[in-house]
């Protein structure tokens, strides 16, 4: 048994993250991201669903498990929201 893993966390959800080498990323969507269709176009395999979630606590879980890449200049990315201006972060952003 695993202790201390977030419950947020599913089974899937941790094998596709132990799975990840070098170059791997994983992105965190809300419910409203064309995932399906994204993943088309890449090399994406996997989408794991985790509803009643928020984006903020899918965060929390992910990186409690796997930490940032130290070695990339901009290991975080994300979409502007409309409307704002730039360089405005929301407060999930932050």
């Keep these: 048994m695993l202790k201390k893993i ?12 132990a799975e990840m080498g070098h170059e ?10 064309t995932a ?6 890449t090399t994406a395999q996997t989408v794991v669903r985790l509803p009643g979630v928020g ?4 965060a929390q879980a992910v990186l409690s498990v796997l930490p940032l890449g130290i070695a ?12 704002s201006p730039a ?3 929301s407060p999930v952003q932050q």
Excluded: H, I, W
């Design 72 to 83: 990339a200049e901009n290991p975080v990315a994300f979409m502007q929201v409309t409307g």
């Design 55 to 58: 984006l903020l606590r899918a």
């Design 24 to 33: 791997d990323a994983v992105v965190l969507a809300d419910a409203n991201f």
């Design 87 to 89: 360089g405005y972060a």
């Design 6 to 17: 977030d419950p947020v966390l599913s089974p899937e959800l941790l094998k596709l993250l």
């Design 36 to 41: 399906m269709r994204y993943r088309a176009g």
